[in-house]
């Protein structure tokens, strides 16, 4: 292993480099360095366009052998995707996580290992890939054994991540087990706000205050935008009654942690006022309803009492194996169907996709933040057809949308939050936003504190 000087940074002087979210809501990994040692804050997949995907191929700059340790603020892929990658190319550093995000992570990333195989065997077979054989990013054994690199920390407890760097963990509210990072280091203190969540979500607990810090990375996703003020139960209540109301069927793509939740949360409380007609509603997704359970046992992280949560898992059917699945298609409206992924980037509700989208009477209802370049963002944009499975698929169904359900603080609420926090930092990184959120909060941020505020580029450096 090179020692500092050869790495070719003077001793106590730390720098920050920008790996990934910059320009984009995607690949977050940000290099924190200091005396030669190198710390990785977030180790996320870039997903969305081909020219995105492409950089998860692309060398990080350093050879992975060389980073010491990571930590992670949250389990989603975009945070943690690329770690059996970085697992693969050598990494045996130690993975620093909160217990809930250690939980999500067994289930996501052997998923992630074999959803990188699937695509890699469609390539081969289709003959879609330049490359001869397509290979996976990372295997599904590959995935699973990353695991063993997992180091949960308890929300507030204060640990050594290398010598010369402590760090600790406070609960972002964004999803279960999802952290902000507090690093203090060469005499300074660096806190990363993860993905933060809503003030007042009903499912989760709200995000605690930052204690004040040096520097500070925030997130900028709905940096431009405020969530409506409509009862997403409402609206979820009008776009089901209006497609029942024709015989037809409502597909949701959710993503499995988090928005499956919500999404029957809501199914519940209508069920409960007598709102919802007597139709089937599916979980057709392994993974959300395996996160389903881990929402229920950390019952820590969110709002919902023991009764609610069992009125909550028994909101739907679930779906657990292929063959369920396919049942499914083989029926009929009315019914709403509740199936991963979140942008219908991939999984089983591509297939009721195939089946349902071109009938008229049927409903896609979009639930979250659509990425450019995914088929969600395709079907906001208006997009008459869809590539699935290499087929062209006709968009008749209509294409509704509920940005209540978001678990992304909006720029208002990040607001208050930092507000709350009463923080004083000498300078600012706004980061995992895309272009024109991130500068706008930017400029909320300027003229609201007076902070000197930074949009990152990509591979860009800065000495703390």
Known sequence: MPDRQQRGYPPSVAHLVFLGATDTVTGSKTLVELEGKRVLVDCGLFQGVKELRLRNWESLGLPATSIDAVVLTHAHID??????????????????????????????????????????????????????????????????????QLRPVPFGTDFAVVPGVQARLSRAGHIIGASS????????????????????????????????????????????????????????????DETFARGGVVIVPAFAVGRAQHLLYCVAQLRRSGRLRDVPVYLDSPMAIEATRIFVDNA?????????????????????????????????????????????????????????????????????????????????????????????????????????????ADWAELVEWLATSGLRPERVFVNHGEPAAADAFRRRLS????????????GERFEL
């Open 79 to 148: 945070h943690s995707g690329y770690l059996p990658r970085l697992y693969r190319d050598g990494f045996r550093g130690p993975v620093f996580c909160s217990p809930g995000t250690r939980d999500l992570l067994q289930v996501l990333l052997p998923d992630s290992g074999h959803l990188q195989e699937e695509q890699a065997r469609f390539a081969n077979k289709r003959g879609a890939s330049r490359h001869r054989p397509a290979l996976p990013l990372y295997s599904q054994r590959e995935a699973e054994e990353s695991l063993g």
């Open 181 to 240: 990072v507090r690093l203090e280091l060469a005499g300074r203190s660096l806190t990363f706000s993860g993905d933060v969540g809503r003030l007042h979500d009903p499912l989760m607990q709200p995000p605690e205050p930052l204690a004040d810090t040096d520097v500070l990375v925030v997130e900028s996703t709905y940096g431009d935008r405020r969530h409506p003020q409509a009862d997403p139960v409402d609206e979820l209540a009008k776009v089901l």
């Open 300 to 408: 820590d992280d969110h709002r919902l009492s023991a009764a609610q949560s069992e009125e909550m898992c028994r909101a739907a059917r679930y779906a657990h194996t292929p063959e369920e699945s396919k049942a499914i298609d083989a029926s009929s409206g009315p019914m709403l169907i509740i199936s991963a992924s979140g942008m219908a980037t991939g999984g089983r509700v591509l297939h009721h996709l195939r089946r349902f989208m071109p009938d008229p009477r049927n409903t896609v209802l979009l639930v979250g933040f659509q990425s450019a370049g995914t088929r969600g963002r395709a079907l906001l944009d208006g997009a008459e057809e869809l590539k699935i499975h290499g087929d062209y698929i006709q968009v008749g169904a209509r294409i509704a949308t509920i940005s209540g359900l978001s678990a992304h």
């Open 447 to 458: 003229d609201r504190f007076g902070w000197s505020v930074t949009l990152p580029h990509l």
